[in-house]
C-alpha cells in the first residue's frame, strides 16, 4: 500500500513483518516509544510500504499526514 501517513509510537511496541517464501515471519525492525516510521520511504522516494505493522507490545501511535514533511 501507499504510504500517506507516517506514525510516532507513543507508547508500545511495533514490529515491521513480512512472511518468507515458506510462510515464516520475519521481523525487520522495531518501533519504541518516540520512534517514527515510515518516513524513510518519503525520504527515500518511495511510497510502497513492504511490510506490516505488528503489535508486539500495547502501543499508541499518532499518525501525521505525509504533506506535513512537505510544508
Known amino acids: 500500500a501507499d504510504s500517506t501517513h507516517f506514525g510516532i ?3 508500545g ?3 515491521a513483518v513480512s512472511c518468507s517464501r515458506s510462510g515464516a ?3 525487520s525492525a522495531y518501533f519504541e516509544e518516540g520512534d517514527s516510521f515510515p518516513e524513510f520511504l518519503y525520504l527515500t522516494g518511495k ?3 513492504t511490510y506490516a505493522l505488528a503489535v508486539e507490545k500495547k502501543a499508541t ?3 501525521l499526514p505525509i504533506g506535513i514533511l512537505e510544508q
Open 13 to 15: 511496541i511495533l514490529k
Open 9 to 11: 509510537v507513543k507508547k
Open 25 to 27: 515471519e520475519l521481523c
Open 47 to 49: 511510497r510502497q510500504y
Open 61 to 63: 501511535v499518532v499518525w
